[in-house]
């Protein structure tokens, strides 16, 4: 009997170091880490194909980028930053008449946006209240 009980074993403990890494990593749910230097990446995109409309000077739909851009600045306006993304990404930005960007550019781009601002997670709608039977109430 104790034979055919020290395989079983060794088959489980093998089988569940196995899976141990695949459940590990299946529960992670923070975002990977993006390596993309702002400065040296993001600010030359924005330069080429946002600044021309949305500067000082001419805010068109009242979104402006600052001349000199630095990551401590871009991280105190989210809100500039996450619209910009989402506006990119969705590919309503910048429009096909104006500034080119290619995929690569748009990719980089709204990966930085999303990696840098996450968007938090929507806490799920509660159901809706129960219904009373019919009827208007009054007799």
Do not use: Y
């Amino acid at each position: 009997m104790r034979k055919t009980f020290v395989p079983l074993v060794s088959l489980v403990i093998a089988a569940t170091i196995g899976v141990l890494p695949i459940l590990t990593s299946a529960q992670s749910t923070e975002p990977p880490k993006v390596k993309i230097d702002f400065e040296k990446e993001i600010v030359p995109i924005v330069k080429a194909s946002c600044l021309g409309c949305h500067n000082k000077d001419n805010a068109k739909h009242n979104v402006m980028f600052p001349d000199k851009m630095t990551l401590e600045d871009a991280k105190k306006n989210a809100r500039l930053w996450s619209r910009s993304g989402r506006e990119v990404k969705n590919k309503q930005m910048p429009p096909r008449d104006h500034a080119t960007l290619s995929d690569k550019d748009r990719t980089k781009f709204v990966t930085w946006v999303e990696a840098t601002f996450p968007r938090p997670a929507r806490p799920p709608v509660p159901p809706a209240p129960p219904t009373t039977g019919g009827g208007t109430g009054g007799n």
